[in-house]
Every structure is written in C-alpha cells, then in structure tokens.
C-alpha cells in the first residue's frame, strides 16, 4: 500500500491515494430517497443552519450570521425567547407550552454580523430556547404538559411524539426559564403569547416585542408576521414549514439589534410624553376641585 518515509510515516501509493479519492467523491453524493431529516433540505440563511434532529449534525462551514462563532455562554443583559406549542384539551385546542428556547446575543461593532457562523455546539433541542450575546443558545428544553397532548403540531411546531417522552416537567422548565429572564430584557415575537403559555409576568419596559414595535407596524398599526420581517428586514426566510424557535428566536434578536438606537429612542419618547401627560392631568383635577368649592 506504500513504504515508510523517513519519519516513519507510510506514504501512499499514488493509484491508492487517487482510488480513495474517488471512493470519497461517490460517497459524499446525496442520497436520491428523500428524507424528512435530510440536512441538504434546509436552505442556507443568515439565521443559521436549523435546529436538527439528533441525527443530523451541523455543518461547520456554513456561514452565518445567526450562529455564533464562539461558545461563550456567559449571561447576558438581553436574551431571545421563542416558543412552540402543542394542542391540549378534548378537542386539541387549546395551546400548551411544548418548547421552549432562550439566546443571547454579544454586542460589537455589528452585532450579530461578525461573531456568527455555523457552530456544532448547539445540539439537538427541547422545549424552550435562550441565546446569549454571541447568538449561543443558552436554555432549550421540550415540555412535558401537565394535560395529555392531543394534537403535537407538528408540521408548525416541529414537534413529534418521541421529543415528549424524556422532556422536562412544566414546573422544572418554567422556574429555569423564570429564572433565566429576571432582571434582564427579553426580546422576541408576539412575547404575550410565549409568557402566557409559561404562565411567567415580565416588566413591560423591559421587553422588546418585534410584533408591537412601532418600525414595524403597517397601516392602522396593523402587526406583521415574523417570517415577513424577516424576509423585509433581514432578507431570510423563515418558517418555511416547520418553524425553528432558534431561527426565531435570533431572527427576532437580530432585528432587535439592526433598529436599537431608533427602536430605544422611541420608547424613551413615549415615556417621556406620558410624564408630561401626568404632570397635566392633576393641575387639571385641582381646577375643577377648586371650581365645585366655589359654587357651592
């Protein structure tokens, strides 16, 4: 097969080297039989490569802004959340928390731009996600109900049967997840509906909710989709089929941080005029007072 050099290494023979090439060639050709699982089925974008099953591993060369080159995952002060949930009740349909996924995102000169490429450290998911900073994916658990799942889904949610049968309690996920959001300000999509299934109250001032955000409205402050803001704003798309919470989690992130000096500036706008607002209302209610004594 070949003769040792002078470091005691074999060297191959050339006809070898070139027929394992070729066998190398043929093997790496995709298979013709569709798979659901199949990692070639999901289309490269800025967002990072899906979330896939156990049995499909991340390819490290992609390219991506959404996922994070480093593995840092310190706590950050802001973190995405994303939620998928699965139908309860007789008729399934009633929604309960299924999954749940948290990330932070680190800050530099272009957040969420330079420090994110495809990484293999985020493995297969659960029901809740959390990403830090650097676009890490900081908490991701599949939810145990505490109803009997009727309807898992999945063709949104992404969840099968087999993702429920070792997920966590309820209780368990939604103290980690409380516990992970305290004090810090949350950002993602339709927010209401996420703390709703987790039964979980977060400070209005400090969330950033991408479906509510006034850049974002349409007319008569009409909400849009997250797949559309994504498609508009980041030039991705998104929730073709089975929705991702870590796609959605930094899609929701990432638009957070492309409009921030705008997007926090108008809030503190609107905390402003309703200060001056208030200081109004009272000289308002001491003229009327003092009137009704001078009447009677």
Not at 44 to 56: N, V, W
Not at 212 to 232: I, K, P, W
Request: glycine share 6%; charged share 30%; net charge positive.
């Amino acid at each position: 097969m070949g003769n040792p050099n002078h470091n005691g290494h074999f060297q191959l023979n050339p006809n070898w080297a070139q027929l394992q090439q070729k066998l190398k060639i043929h093997g790496s050709k995709p298979s013709p039989k569709p798979s659901d699982d199949a990692a070639g089925k999901t289309p490269k974008t800025i967002l990072g490569k899906r979330k896939e099953r156990p049995d499909a591993e991340p390819e490290a060369s992609q390219s991506n802004i959404l996922t994070p080159i480093s593995n840092d995952c310190r706590l950050t002060e802001e973190v995405a959340m994303d939620c998928e949930m699965v139908g309860v009740s007789s008729q399934g349909n009633k929604s309960a928390l299924g999954r749940v996924t948290l990330i932070f995102v680190y800050h530099n000169k272009e957040p969420l731009l330079d420090a994110m490429v495809t990484s293999k450290a985020f493995k297969s998911g659960s029901a809740g996600l959390e990403v830090n900073k650097w676009g890490n994916v900081m908490y991701d658990e599949f939810v145990r109900p505490v109803e009997r799942v009727v309807d898992f889904r999945t063709e949104i949610s992404g969840i099968r049967p087999r993702d429920l049968k070792k997920a966590k309690d309820f209780r368990v996920v939604q103290s980690k997840v409380a516990e992970l959001i305290k004090g810090r300000l949350l950002v993602g999509h339709a927010l209401r509906n996420d703390l709703k299934a987790l039964l979980l109250s977060h400070p209005k001032v400090d969330m950033r909710d991408t479906s509510e955000c006034e850049l974002f409205l349409r007319g008569e402050r009409r909400r849009v989709a997250l797949r559309h803001l994504a498609a508009e704003f980041l030039g991705v798309q998104i929730q073709n089929g089975e929705h991702c919470p870590i796609e959605d989690a930094r899609a929701a992130m990432l638009l957070y941080q492309r409009n921030r000096k705008q997007w926090e500036k108008n809030i503190k706008d609107q905390i402003k005029l309703k200060e001056r607002q208030k200081k109004r209302k009272p000289k308002k209610k001491s003229k009327d007072a003092n009137h009704a004594t001078t009447a009677s």
